[in-house]
């Protein structure tokens, strides 16, 4: 693990434990000995797509969320602690033994020789769509409140299999918890704008 890896691993463990969920610890035991989710990319290609992006990208939508609580347009609101943090560092767990590392031929546009490369490819064991999927995985550890499922189901937006193909419900979702619109408007913030500035460094 790289520097940066073990400083989110440990943030994020750090903050899970101080849910107070029957069986939390249950939960941060799986994602530290029993999967790939400190290691595993966030994409094959596109944000995080480098081995660790998976809990790279989890913080930065956790930070993204705690600003985007301080707007006034949610301040009205009432949201727990533990919901933000299982929200936000969670809803992702959908892509933990999700990406397969392979390798590809890749010109080298300085040699113009062809070169291995790493390569992340899709090897979807548990094909239950994504953030329902992440609900359903996070709940055989602990038991999530209704805020949180939908929070977690609808945090892809118009990004949603669901959303693109006709369906209505993520707009009454986002109505009944705000929470679940706040959610998206981080990762989307997280994806498009914190890690975008890390990339153009």
């Not at 073990?6 to 939960?27: C, H």
């Not at 490369?117 to 548990?126: M, S």
């Not at 995985?137 to 945090?155: G, P, V």
């Amino acid at each position: 693990m790289t520097e940066k890896t073990n400083i989110n691993k440990s943030s994020i463990t750090g903050l899970l434990k101080t849910v107070e969920r029957a069986n939390i610890l249950n939960l941060i035991e799986w994602l530290e000995k029993d999967s790939d989710f400190f290691i595993a990319p966030a994409s094959t290609h596109f944000h995080g797509s480098f081995s660790g992006g998976l809990a790279e990208h989890s913080y930065n939508v956790y930070q993204c969320l705690c600003s985007i609580l301080y707007l006034k347009e949610f301040q009205n609101f009432k949201f727990k602690d533990d919901s933000i943090l299982i929200v936000s560092l969670l809803n992702n767990v959908c892509k933990i033994n999700f990406y397969k590392e392979t390798t590809r031929n890749v010109k080298n546009e300085i040699t113009g020789l062809w070169e291995k490369q790493p390569y992340y490819t899709v090897e979807d064991q548990e094909p239950y769509g994504h953030g329902e999927k992440s609900v359903m995985m996070i709940e055989r550890f602990i038991k999530l409140t209704d805020e949180e499922k939908y929070s977690i189901r609808w945090h892809m937006g118009g990004f949603d299999e669901s959303v693109k193909g006709g369906s209505f419900a993520i707009g009454k979702a986002y109505e009944k918890y705000p929470l679940a619109l706040a959610l998206h408007l981080a990762d989307m913030m997280a994806t498009y704008i914190t890690e975008n500035k890390e990339v153009k460094k």
